[in-house]
């Protein structure tokens, strides 16, 4: 299967192929589902959505610490960055303010 992928991203002229390969991947396990070759990835139970474990068991404890740092860790590293960005846009306008200053002691007053 990897070397047909590989065959089919290095010629150009394999265009449509590519597009039929990607949306079979994305159609062809739900219409399996539809059709019962396969059991259903979820099912709803009132206003529940159950997500059914098909390669591994998860026992609780260790699923919700995984859970928990799967969720809230992109949202850190989210926070992480734009105060890191923050801190890089006042270091730069400070560097402008002082520059300015700088222009306004050496320049003559117009």
Avoid: K, S
């Avoid at 919700?64 to 846009?89: E, G, K, M, Q, S």
């Amino acid at each position: 299967m990897r070397e047909v992928g590989r065959a089919l991203a290095n010629d150009p002229d394999n265009e449509d192929a590519r597009r039929v390969l990607v949306r079979l991947g994305l159609v062809l396990p739900f219409a399996l589902e539809w059709m019962g070759v396969i059991p259903p990835t979820f099912h709803v139970i009132g206003d529940t959505i159950v997500v059914g474990a098909r390669v591994a068991h998860f026992r609780e404890t260790p699923f919700l610490i995984w859970f928990f740092v799967a969720t809230t860790l992109p949202a850190t590293a989210t926070c992480v960055y734009l105060a890191h960005v923050r801190n890089r846009l006042a270091a730069a306008e400070q560097r402008i303010r002082l520059q300015a200053w700088q222009l306004r002691q050496i320049l003559p007053p117009t």
